[in-house]
């Protein structure tokens, strides 16, 4: 079993910036992709950035693409949200997800078996 702990989420103001990030533990962990959604109150779980492990290619939604940049760390088994120019929609619970096997969808959450348990994101105007 893949355990996912992410941290760094708070409140910072419009234009600022935070770094989240998601370590995994468990049994030897070698995920196909990792990822972050994001959940806002009354809405939908959505899709913000993904990375392929083992290529490091990387994907973005249109609402967070030249703010937000996803990254990961092999030898501590981390992925990274630096997410820069913070907008106040970007308020919202983030979560790390991770998908242990090939799969073709990058942006649907039901293609991902694991999940953190998320962290607070707030941003004030």
């Known amino acids: 079993q893949v355990q996912l702990v992410e941290s760094g989420g708070g409140l910072v103001q419009a234009g600022g910036s935070l770094r989240l990030s998601c370590v995994a533990s468990?049994?030897?962990?070698?995920?196909?992709?990792m990822a972050w959604f994001r959940q806002a109150p009354g809405k939908e779980r959505e899709f913000v950035a993904a990375?392929?492990?083992?290529?490091?290619?990387?994907t973005y939604a249109d609402s967070v693409k030249d703010r937000f940049t996803i990254s990961r760390d092999n030898a501590k088994n981390t992925v990274y949200l630096q997410m820069n120019n913070l907008k106040p929609e970007d308020t919202a619970a983030y979560y790390c997800?991770?998908?242990?096997?090939?799969?073709?969808?990058?942006?649907?959450?039901?293609?991902?078996?694991?999940w953190g348990q998320g962290t607070q994101v707030t941003v004030s105007s």
């Open positions: 997800a991770a998908r242990s096997t090939v799969v073709a969808s990058v942006l649907a959450a039901a293609s991902y078996n694991y």
């Open positions: 468990g049994r030897t962990f070698s995920p196909y992709r």
């Open positions: 990375i392929r492990w083992s290529t490091i290619i990387t």
